[in-house]
């Protein structure tokens, strides 16, 4: 579901000049977009499509550097998402998650596993206690979709040949007295499917 700031007018501010004051906010490393309270200016005419895209005045931005300056930026209050600088707050449009996991790598086994994932603009988070992993179901079509916390509030999509790999990889646990199939990380278990429910 798309999260839009509702009953805001769509303001059109510089790219370019969103871009510089990221890239200024962001030279010592990650901008502290935690920190920064500054005015609401509207909604700008960006959307984070599903599979990752960004897009900008409905065009998908081509350049991976800018993708990635924009994703710096980018903080979830409530149920709406922004791109936050020192002085301007900006509501865009998320389609579903603001991140895909295109990618993950495996260390270790069983409880000792730790897996670190990769998503579209080059963020890497160990899923763990505070890299929660979750599965929601389609209530029409039972289809999960897995998601991985990367960074406060921000979430990623795990994209389906990743999902794959890691059902390769999953075991059975019990929680709550129930036998669950799901996945070790930092010694945390996410449970997925009831074992009962497995083919």
């Known amino acids: 579901m798309a999260k839009r700031m509702s009953g805001q007018n769509i303001v059109n501010p510089s790219a370019e000049n969103l871009a510089s004051a990221a890239k200024a906010a962001g030279k010592k ?13 509207g909604d700008l005419d960006m959307r984070i499509a599903r599979d990752g895209t960004w897009f900008y005045l409905g065009t998908p931005i081509g350049r991976k550097e800018l993708v990635r300056l924009f994703s710096s930026i980018l903080r979830k209050d409530g149920d709406d ?6 002085v301007e707050k900006i509501g865009i449009t998320v389609d579903d998650a603001p991140f895909v996991a ?3 790598e495996v260390a270790g086994q069983a409880e000792a596993q730790v897996l670190t994932f990769e998503t579209q603009v080059g ?3 160990a899923a763990g206690p505070d890299h929660p992993i979750r599965v929601e179901r389609d209530p029409k079509t039972g289809e999960p979709s897995p998601y991985v916390l990367i ?12 999902f794959y790999r890691l059902v390769d990889i999953g075991s059975v646990a019990p929680v709550d007295g129930e036998d669950w199939f799901g996945l070790w990380s930092s010694g945390a278990f996410f449970a997925v499917i009831p074992a009962a429910q497995l083919p």
Do not use: M, Q
């Open 151 to 162: 960074r406060a509030n921000l979430e990623a999509l795990i994209d389906r040949k990743s």
């Open 29 to 41: 490393g990650p901008p502290p977009v935690h920190l920064w309270n500054p005015p609401f200016c």
């Open 123 to 125: 963020d890497h988070a």
């Open 102 to 104: 295109v990618d993950f």
């Open 81 to 86: 998402y922004f791109l936050v600088t020192p």
